[in-house]
């Protein structure tokens, strides 16, 4: 697992981001002005790892938080231009990865593989 880790992480680098940034970029690409609450749902995160995560974000001019103008509580989440730029080069590189992992097993030992990262999900 850390091998697979670090393998992300030294691609992503070129970028600039982490693979949890690359996850919460990508999140809020699918749906631009997300609230707050609604991402770190979709993202199984809880609020505190999501707010030092859009904090790195933030500083790296990727992404910004809005008010929201119909609740005064909540936060909507937007990718800034600098993030729209490559958000379509760092998907492909995302996908170009996972293609190669999924290349070193066979069908069954990739299935195999999936449950075991959902079961230590769950965990």
Not at 70 to 88: G, P, V, Y
Not at 92 to 117: D, G, P, S, W, Y
Request: net charge negative.
């Amino acid at each position: 697992m850390r091998k697979v880790h670090r393998y992300y992480e030294s691609s992503f680098s070129q970028y600039g981001i982490t693979p949890a940034q690359f996850y919460v970029l990508s999140a809020v690409w699918e749906n631009d002005g997300v609230k707050f609450k609604d991402l770190a749902k979709s993202l199984e995160m809880d609020g505190s790892t999501l707010t030092s995560i859009l904090d790195r974000l933030e500083r790296q001019d990727l992404v910004e938080r809005r008010d929201d103008p119909e609740d005064r509580r909540s936060l909507l989440i937007f990718l800034k231009d600098k993030a729209k730029q490559n958000i379509l080069q760092i998907t492909c590189l995302a996908e170009k990865l996972n293609h190669e992992i999924q290349e070193r097993f066979t069908e069954e030992e990739f299935a195999t593989f999936e449950k075991v990262l959902e079961k230590l999900a769950l965990d």
